[in-house]
């Protein structure tokens, strides 16, 4: 956990974050305990009673499925139930983590429930069954300091997939000059991102205000135009001049199955319903803020000083006669030249001693830290035991980073690559199947204290990742399922067990 610090007098007083997962007497307690320690009794509220036990949130884990996230806060607070209902990943694209959302949702101060990206619809039902028996009075939201990052500037954008492959899926590299820039391998680098001036002048074109430069700076650097919310829904319906638009647009904000234009950006609103023009201060105001987007780094600052790089899987899809971009990877890939970025610290670590032996499991875009990793482990010159499980769609177009990968094979910096082609055979192979094939050598490494690591996607890799360690627990450890799922929260809890995934 970060605490902040705050400076009360002789020595710098630690401060537990409100993000932090206590309660805000929990915190008030600790806060207390805090300054008595560090800042001497003349300042210090010392506590008299013990903290009450710092409350633990079962659900919060991305492999669990929403229906079991929910069984699991089944009793608990409102606040609680709705944090389970959150995809659990604290990627912050919300502008919150799984508990400050639900908290600020169940308290008045966020009115959208379709904030969680990674949860899609499934969670915005879930969230919005929660809240239909509550009133919650709307309070005044406190403006949150959206990160502006410093200016790095793009160095290259260059295709990791070969020609023929289906991905598109880039090296980014950013120029650090001039910022104060730092990083560890295993962060993640937040970037401050821009949407495609053309949609953004689309948007214009049919709110009639191609001159208005205030509004094209709204709508290209604060607003999120890919996803409007509930509220811009209802602001439309009610503004709609027109009977027929008003009840569709009512029917969309409702979230009705089958509801059109589904999935809308505000170009599709604005296209599907010109009778619904509000006045656009009002517009703009009910739009999310456009957020910055998370990346792993993909490189060690040992192996690329002055520079950070990335490994950025390009989102584009064609929808309704108009090709999709996802704002952040398409402006790396495409647009950007100056990008301000920032280091989000992880707690995602190689281990504190070099011979400690390490298992990365990384599909896909999954493999960014683990180069990161092992550029580290290259630099340092060590040869330890490292095992990496790598997965894509053809080997022949898909396997990223393949020379390096093979090059630190060939001189013993990774010990071990285990490779899976999910679409070169008749079935899929996946990384999780060469761990069972490799059962008992995995097996072996993790009695001998390896770290086990995975990155990338959440909802299906993740899980069955962790699926096959529960399985190789039991086959190659004699363990029942209870015994097993103890193992591996064991596991996490000595830190052995770290997931960056999304
Ligand atoms: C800790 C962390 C690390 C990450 N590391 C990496 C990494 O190393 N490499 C990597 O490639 N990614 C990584 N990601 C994911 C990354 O942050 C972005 O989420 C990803 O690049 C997509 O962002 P985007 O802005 O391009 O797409 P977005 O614009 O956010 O779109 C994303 C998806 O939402 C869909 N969408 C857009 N508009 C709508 C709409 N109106 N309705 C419904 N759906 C819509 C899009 O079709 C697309 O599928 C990481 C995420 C986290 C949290
Ligand atoms: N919108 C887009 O254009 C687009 C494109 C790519 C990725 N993405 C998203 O971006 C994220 C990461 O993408 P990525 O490139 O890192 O990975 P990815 O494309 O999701 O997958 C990488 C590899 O993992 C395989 N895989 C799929 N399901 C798996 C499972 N249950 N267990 C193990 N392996 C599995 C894939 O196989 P198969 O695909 O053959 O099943 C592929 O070989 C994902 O959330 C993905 O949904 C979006």
């Known amino acids: 956990m970060n605490v902040i610090t705050q400076n009360f007098g002789p020595a710098p007083v630690p401060l537990i974050p409100d993000s932090a997962p206590f309660t805000p007497e929990q915190r008030a307690w600790l806060n207390g305990f805090l300054a008595g320690l560090y800042g001497g009794a003349e300042n210090a509220s010392i506590p008299s009673a013990p903290p009450p036990p710092a409350e633990d949130f079962p659900w919060h884990d991305p492999t669990l499925e929403l229906e079991d996230r929910l069984a699991l806060a089944e009793g608990r607070s ?109 962060d993640s680098l937040g970037v401050v991102v821009r949407n495609d001036p053309t949609l953004v002048e689309a948007c214009l074109t049919r709110l009639g205000a191609r001159d208005d430069d205030a509004l094209r700076e709204a709508l290209s650097a604060e607003r999120d135009i890919a996803r409007p919310l509930d509220r811009t829904l209802d602001l439309l319906a009610g503004a ?51 957020k910055p987007r998370l990346y792993s780094i993909a490189s060690s600052p040992r192996a690329t000083p002055g520079r950070v790089e990335l490994c950025v899987g390009v989102v584009r899809e064609a929808r309704r006669g108009r090709m999709r971009d996802g704002v952040a990877s398409c402006h790396l890939a495409f647009r950007a030249d100056a990008v301000p970025a920032y280091t989000q610290v992880s707690h995602f670590r190689l281990p504190g001693r070099a011979e400690t032996p390490v298992v990365m499991v990384g599909p896909g875009t999954g493999i960014a830290p683990f180069r990161a990793f092992l550029q580290e482990r290259a630099a340092l010159g060590l040869k330890g035991r490292s095992w990496l499980f790598f997965g894509d769609r053809h080997a022949a177009t898909d396997f990223l980073f393949a020379e390096e990968i093979n090059g630190w094979k060939r001189d013993g910096t990774l010990q071990r690559l285990s490779l899976a082609w999910s679409r070169d055979g008749q079935a899929k192979d996946y990384v999780q199947h060469r761990m069972i094939e490799d059962a008992a050598d995995l097996w072996r490494w993790l009695q001998e204290g390896a770290h086990f690591y995975v990155c990338g996607d959440a909802s299906r890799m993740a899980k069955d990742v962790d699926a096959a360690l529960r399985q190789i627990a039991m086959s190659e450890g004699g363990m029942t399922p209870d015994q097993a799922r103890d193992w591996i929260v064991a596991l996490a809890r000595q830190g052995r067990y770290q997931r960056d995934v999304y």
């Open 240 to 290: 709609a001049r027109d009977a027929r638009e008003g009840a569709a647009l009512r029917r969309l904000a409702d979230g009705e199955d089958g509801a059109e234009p589904a999935d809308a950006d505000l170009l599709d609103l604005l296209e599907a319903f010109p009778s619904a023009r509000p006045p656009l201060a009002d517009l703009i105001a009910s739009l999310p803020t456009l």
């Open 78 to 186: 409102l606040p609680r139930r709705l944090m389970a209902a959150m995809a659990q990943l604290d990627c912050g694209q919300c502008g919150y983590l799984c508990q400050s959302y639900a908290e600020a949702l169940a308290d008045g101060r966020e009115t959208s429930t379709a904030l969680c990206q990674p949860g899609g619809k499934v969670t915005r039902d879930a969230v919005k069954r929660l809240m239909a028996d509550v009133k919650v009075a709307p309070a005044a939201a406190p403006a949150v300091a959206k990160p502006r990052g410093e200016t790095t500037r793009l160095l290259a954008s260059e295709r990791l997939t070969g020609k023929g492959s289906g991905k598109d899926v880039r090296r980014i590299v950013l120029d650090l000059s001039g910022t104060g820039i730092t990083y560890e391998p295993g």
